[in-house]
């Protein structure tokens, strides 16, 4: 059975920084397209970041300059590092996989499989 396994998150004061990680089982990462998606209660989810089935990598705004998404398809593992984190990035983040480069690329709707997430909290 396909499980995604988030871990790394956890209370930051702003400015801090939290290195997120994602441990695929029964999947493979290396020609998939990979994500990281948070959402805030009472907000929509968003796309954090991505990488498609050809290694390239994509940013929501927001986050672009601060956090840096890996993956490491021998651990079948996908990772985060969030820099300068913001009040505003607290959220529950969540990775994420699909076949499609939408899924890879802010859309969640094209993703098939999900984590459980793991909390984020930046206090100012």
């Known amino acids: 059975q396909v499980q995604l396994t988030e871990q790394g998150g956890g209370s930051v004061q702003a400015g801090g920084s939290l290195k997120l990680s994602c441990v695929a089982t029964?999947?493979?990462?290396?020609?998939?397209?990979i994500a990281w998606f948070r959402q805030a209660p009472g907000k929509q989810r968003e796309g954090v970041a991505g990488?498609?089935?050809?290694?390239?990598?994509s940013y929501a705004d927001s986050v672009k300059g601060r956090f840096t998404i890996s993956k490491d398809n021998a651990k079948s593992t996908l990772y985060l590092r969030m820099n300068n984190l913001k009040p505003d990035d607290t959220a529950m983040y969540y990775c994420?996989?699909?076949?499609?480069?939408?899924?890879?690329?802010?859309?969640?709707?094209?993703?098939?499989?999900w984590g459980l997430g793991t909390q984020v909290t930046v206090s100012s």
């Open positions: 994420a996989t699909g076949a499609s480069w939408r899924c890879s690329n802010g859309d969640a709707r094209a993703c098939t499989y």
């Open positions: 029964a999947y493979s990462l290396s020609h998939a397209c």
């Open positions: 990488i498609d089935g050809r290694g390239v990598t």
